[in-house]
């Protein structure tokens, strides 16, 4: 019999794991009202307390590039400025 492996998003975790910070019930209580073991939760528990302090970074050199270039964002503003020039001069 072969089960399948569950996969959690990244909401489901933080909350449970935010639950757990609180400590205001037992690990146990928690893993069998998200039908968890105790060791997931305590794994997911240090990771995000290993990683808390990167979300207080304001380094911008470790900020994230959002995959969209800037080189190409002001290019097509150049362009669009003179298209709306040369509209404004062919109106008068």
Same mark, same amino acid.
């Given at each position: 019999m072969s089960t399948s492996r569950r996969k959690f998003s990244k909401e489901f975790k933080s909350k449970v794991v935010l639950e757990a910070l609180k400590e205001r019930v037992p690990l146990e209580v928690l893993a069998k009202k998200y039908e968890l073991t105790p060791t997931q939760i305590s794994v997911w528990k240090s990771l995000a307390? #290993? @990683?808390? $302090? @990167? &979300?207080?970074?304001? *380094?911008?050199?470790? #900020?994230? *590039? *959002? $995959? &969209?270039?800037?080189?190409?964002?002001y290019a097509q503003i150049g362009q669009l400025k003179v298209q709306n020039d040369w509209l404004k001069k062919k109106l008068q």
């Open positions: 307390l #290993k @990683n808390f $302090g @990167n &979300v207080f970074s304001s *380094d911008p050199a470790e #900020k994230k *590039d *959002d $995959g &969209v270039d800037s080189q190409i964002l």
